[in-house]
């Protein structure tokens, strides 16, 4: 199997969990939408394995995927800039040796980021009360948010090291 069919398999693989993840999450939590970023998760690992570019295209396909699969409202592309922001960025930051610290400080500089993003859009959306009104929700997660991503980062990468050596190489 060629390298970039290894690369496109576990790009595949990832997008449909982070997809389950925001389904299932949005099931479960009705009100997700204000700040439980955890179908990041993949995103992030893939855009580690994989690379930003990647990871980007990952945070693209999960968050139309998962928007068609769970519709609440209408349909904004300004909204999927944070779920591409979660793919990228790590990906261009971060590699497979990253520190706990490193990983720390590029998930924190993510979230808040996505944030951003996700205020910026529901302005262009909806109004400046309702954005201000969500950031405010949504800020007092960002510590938790950033702990719990922080921390299964650390423990993904660490567990996925024999898939990064034994699934991606070439051999």
């Known amino acids: 199997m060629t390298k ?10 990832l997008t449909a969990l982070s997809i389950a993840l925001d389904v299932l999450v949005k099931q479960v939590i009705p009100a997700a939408d204000f700040g439980l970023p955890y179908y990041a998760i993949p995103l992030i690992i893939g855009g580690i394995v994989l690379g930003p570019i990647y990871g980007a295209l990952m945070g693209l396909v999960s968050d139309n995927v998962g928007f068609i699969l ?5 349909y904004n592309p300004l909204f999927s800039l944070s779920a591409i922001i979660w793919g990228f960025l790590p990906g261009l930051l971060l590699n497979k040796k990253s520190s706990h610290l490193r990983i720390g400080i590029v998930l924190t500089i993510t979230h808040i980021l996505a944030s951003l993003l996700n205020t910026f859009a529901l302005f262009m959306v ?17 510590p938790v948010n950033i702990a719990i991503l922080s921390i299964v980062t650390v423990i993904l990468n660490k567990r996925l090291m024999p898939v990064y050596e034994d699934f991606l190489l070439e051999k």
Request: aromatic share 10%.
């Open 4 to 13: 970039q069919l290894r690369f496109l398999s576990l790009a595949g693989i």
């Open 126 to 142: 909806v109004n400046l009360d309702y954005a201000i009104g969500s950031l405010s929700l949504r800020l007092p997660m960002i």
């Open 70 to 74: 769970f519709v609440r409202g209408g």
